[in-house]
């Protein structure tokens, strides 16, 4: 016999799970378009330059929190727990924008550290969306985007999330403003109003950080200058771009590419790159073999080869090709001489404990 007062019950939500995961196996549009704006979002969180000074400071947080919002959002609208996803989203909009907020002056290694720490004061609150904007704003790129797009609106427009984490009446509770079921129930007009706002919020995002950080739409091969070493800079490769393209509103890319063009910090870097000497194919292949070596060494030869295999299989190659048969070959006289050949570095390490 039930003794329990709780309704909201794990067992009621894995019942939603998997009415939840029939619908979109049914709807491939919407199973695709959510796969679609995941990586959409993680190709956001690349604009973002890492150096020496910033990289582990922490300015990266308050993006990688609103990645994670977003991914907890979608956990509980599989669940049927739609008024808890939409605050998660609420939740990755405001992280996202304090991304390029604590970056503005490209200081956020530095600004961040107050709010990282969570600091009992002032400085270490999370601002509020006026005193965020006003800061954005105070970026001339943003500013004139906005003039032109009034992105601030687009923003406004989201103001409806407001409701769900302070629960404005019926509509906005559990019950969803309807009657049905006082427990997780699957609602199918739940998920597409979340995917909409999950596009809406991702295409804010995205635009404040291309428009802080421009460089992400010039179209470049840095492959030419770094091999297969690129620097996080905040350069993206060419299909990101296009990726970024399909997403965003239309004529949002053409005018921050203009302004890219424009931008003397992002031109300033990309004529210095220019200037670097190209990468020969010995030199990409120094590289490769580099990062090869290290994987080695975790696994051993013989279950890298088995991987390398597995990849070819799923890219339905019959056979490696030349260059990367020479590379097999160089790495299997190296494994043998280094004794990685059917060992990992960890097993030696074992191996020499037991002895």
Known sequence: ?????????????????????EYLSEKSEIKNKIAELGWFYHIIGMTIPQNWDNIFSGHIFPFKESWEELQ???????????????????????????????NINDEGHIMVRDW??????????????????????????IKNFNDEHNLRERFNELGFLHNYAHTKGNKYSNQLGRLKSNFQTFEADQIDSW?????????????????????AVIRYDYSQKFGIDIPSFGGLEEFNIDKIGKILPENYLKSIEKIAENDIPTQETINEIKSFPDKTEEEVEEQCRFIEKMTIEGCGFVKWLEQQKK?????????????MKKRIEYLRAWSIENDLYDKSKLDKIKEKNIT
């Open 1 to 21: 016999m039930k003794i329990s007062p709780y309704i909201f019950e794990p067992e009621k939500s894995i019942e939603v799970h998997k009415k939840t995961s």
């Open 72 to 102: 907890v959002s979608f956990n509980l609208i599989c669940f049927g727990l739609y008024k808890q996803a939409f605050v998660s989203l609420r939740s990755a909009l405001e992280l996202g924008m304090l991304s390029v907020y604590y």
């Open 116 to 141: 990282l720490s969570s600091k009992d004061s002032n400085e270490a609150n999370t601002p509020r969306a006026n005193a965020i904007w006003r800061v954005l704003l105070s970026n001339e790129n």
């Open 195 to 215: 995917l909409k706002t999950y596009e809406k919020i991702a295409s804010i995002v995205c635009t404040l950080h291309l428009l802080k950080y421009p460089i």
């Open 311 to 323: 990849f070819l299989e799923m890219i339905k190659e019959k056979e490696f090709s030349e260059v």
